[in-house]
């Protein structure tokens, strides 16, 4: 018998506020022609906002079931199940090789984890948007900082995977 598959949680559950949702929409610069990825969905809500103020399509993962289930759900009441798909995944695990955009709302610890993936397997050009915390690398090449609404201090992260992405005629 061989030893179970180990799961990271990578950060806990905690809702991501509409207006922060917008600006990592907003600094990620999505287009309806990216495919956006959200690491750690939870209820989908920056996905579901991608695609129903972007029309851009994509995938969030996550490893919970109950959050697929309503993440799926709110994409279907928000009309954009046809653009955001939510699967039952390990976000170490998932391939990110189609992804332009991906999001994160970790912790310290798995956001650089993280990082070492998304270097290793996205495209270049991809652009990585993280709510709270940062890549300690020289790839942060925009630091957002507000305060939200309700007083709190929010801080978002852009890096873009270095490179040139591949001209069309090259492909």
């Not at 495209?123 to 609404?149: C, K, N, W, Y």
Request: hydrophobic share 45%; proline share 5%; net charge negative.
């Amino acid at each position: 018998m061989s030893a179970p598959a180990v799961r990271y949680i990578l950060a806990p559950y905690l809702a991501t506020p509409a207006e922060v949702v917008s600006r990592m929409v907003e600094l990620a610069d999505v287009r309806a022609t990216d495919c956006v990825y959200d690491l750690g969905c939870g209820d989908g809500r920056l996905l579901i906002e991608a695609a129903r103020a972007r029309g851009a399509a994509g995938l969030g993962v996550d490893i919970e079931p109950y959050w697929v289930e309503q993440s799926r759900s709110n994409a279907s009441e928000a009309g954009v199940s046809g653009l955001a798909r939510f699967e039952l995944q390990d976000a170490l695990e998932v391939d990110l090789a189609p992804a332009t955009v991906v999001f994160l709302y970790l912790v310290q610890w798995s956001t650089q984890r993280m990082l070492e993936r998304l270097l290793r397997c996205c495209a270049p050009g991809t652009r990585i948007v993280s709510h709270s915390f940062g890549f300690d690398t020289v790839l942060d090449s925009a630091t957002e900082v507000f305060v939200d609404h309700a007083g709190n201090s929010r801080k978002l992260h852009r890096c873009v995977i270095p490179g040139a992405r591949p001209t069309e005629s090259a492909l």
